[in-house]
T-cell receptor, first 109, second 109 residues
């Protein structure tokens, strides 16, 4: 039982490049979330998926897209990365008690 | 506007003493409030949940109170240890989970 897993752990991109952050959970949770965490800003919700087949915008969705591929997997895509998207990205699952992945550290140059 | 506030300054506590962290919120009526621990380079880990009709919740050396009149939750760690040093986040359930920015706690040996 791995809980919530994220790949990659660390990524460096150039401005304008695209990438997809992967998240998977093996706890059979309906809800999954993507957050970004920046110094002094705390955790901010980017997108969430209340159930398979649905996605909704959170507090800071601009510049991101998501796909809920199935119940287990929820991916976050940056189509054209910008330096302002340099951050630590966390995936989480479950609507109440949230289980977090280990994070992806993204640096956009 | 809606806010969830935690003391942004680090809290230094002598080992063995009780550490008390504060979480205040405005313009929310949360069904429950949660506390998480986050260590550097890791995702948050759930600690305790307290519902609106509960005044106090305990788990080992941890105690959480919830005052819906004051719109405040207090998080106590008794007999604190250096291993308790971490950032502690409060989160409340509105239509989504909303996180505070966290308070860094340092337990000094």
């Amino acid at each position: 039982n791995a809980g919530v897993t994220q790949t990659p752990k660390f990524q460096v991109l150039k401005t304008g490049q695209s990438m997809t952050l992967q998240c998977a959970q093996d706890m059979n949770h309906n809800s999954m979330y993507w957050y970004r965490q920046d110094p002094g800003m705390g955790l901010r919700l980017i997108y969430y998926s209340a159930s398979e087949g649905t996605t909704d915008k959170g507090e800071v969705p601009n510049g991101y897209n998501v796909s809920r591929l199935n119940k287990r997997e929820f991916s976050l895509r940056l189509e054209s990365a910008a330096p302002s998207q340099t951050s630590v990205y966390f995936c989480a699952s479950n609507i109440g008690l949230q289980y977090f992945g280990p994070g992806t550290r993204l640096l956009v140059l | 506007s809606q806010k969830i506030e935690q003391n942004s300054e680090a809290l230094n506590i002598q080992e063995g003493k009780t550490a008390t962290l504060t979480c205040n919120y405005t313009n929310y009526s949360p069904a429950y409030l949660q506390w998480y621990r986050q260590d550097p380079g890791r995702g948050p880990v759930f600690l305790l949940l307290i519902r609106e009709n509960e005044k106090e919740k305990r788990k080992e050396r941890l105690k959480v109170t919830f005052d819906t009149t004051l719109k405040q939750s207090l998080f106590h760690i008794t007999a604190s240890q250096p291993a308790d040093s971490a950032t502690y986040l409060c989160a409340l359930r509105d239509d989504k989970i909303i996180f505070g920015k966290g308070t860094r706690l340092h337990i000094l040996p």
